[in-house]
């Protein structure tokens, strides 16, 4: 079975500070695809990333950067700079295949972040 | 480009009704999933249609039960509600399928009383 853990259930920082949120993934597949969504107040969650499991390249989006460790089986997203913006319920997902042309996808629980001014 | 919309954002029903709740993907997408959002259990997957057949579906009773029409346009169907199907329940898009991009809807907040 596929589980998504994201141990920090709340975090707050104070604006221009940079902020990690971890994510810790476990599945038995070799090919797999990871995600990272956003979930600001307005309610509708945001795609922000996605990475398939043979690509370990680490990757940068403005001040967005994404860690990708098979050996440790983490996908941890970083926010460098932080912005009151920023303030959102943070997502991350795995999908693996589940037979029949099928992928199935499990979130984790999520990370509120608060971006304090 | 317009994007995913629900209908209703909002409803409240009683134990023992049924519900029907509604999802138009974005022009083009062929893959339409739906989730349920609970504080306690947080986002878990319900089922994935894809052009017009179910192709996936998560761990949910067989009252939670969906569809999906030639134009992809989706329903999800709850019947026999329980006090635990208060819910948001979220309808994403995407042109192939889950394990690609989605794009999400604003849910419809179900209340059952």
């Known amino acids: 079975a596929q589980k998504v853990t994201q141990a920090q259930t709340e975090i707050s920082v104070v604006e221009k500070e940079d902020v990690t949120l971890d994510c810790v993934y476990e599945t038995r597949d070799t090919t797999y695809y990871l995600f990272w969504y956003k979930q600001p107040p307005s309610g509708e969650l945001v795609f922000l990333i996605r990475r398939n499991s043979f690509d370990e390249q680490n990757e940068i989006s403005g001040r967005y950067s994404w860690n990708f460790q098979k050996s440790t089986s983490s996908f941890n997203f970083t926010i460098t700079a932080s912005q009151v913006v920023d303030s959102a319920v943070y997502f991350c997902a795995l999908s693996v295949f589940s037979g029949a042309g099928s992928y199935q996808l499990t979130f984790g629980k999520g990370t509120k972040l608060s971006v304090i001014p | 480009k317009a994007g995913v919309t629900q209908t209703p954002r909002y409803l409240i029903k009683t134990r023992g009704q049924q519900v029907t709740l509604s999802c138009s993907p974005i022009?083009?997408?062929?893959?339409v999933s739906w989730y349920q959002q609970t504080p306690g259990q947080g986002l878990q997957f319900l089922f994935e249609y894809f052009s017009e057949t179910q192709r996936n579906k998560g761990n949910f009773p067989g009252r939670f039960s969906g569809r999906q029409f030639s134009n992809s346009r989706s329903e999800m169907n709850v019947s026999t509600l329980e006090l635990g199907d208060s819910a948001l329940y979220l309808c994403?898009?995407?042109?192939?399928?889950?394990?690609?991009?989605?794009?999400f809807g604003p849910g419809t907040r179900l209340t059952v009383t």
């Open positions: 022009s083009g997408h062929r893959s």
């Open positions: 994403a898009s995407s042109y192939r399928g889950v394990e690609y991009e989605q794009y």
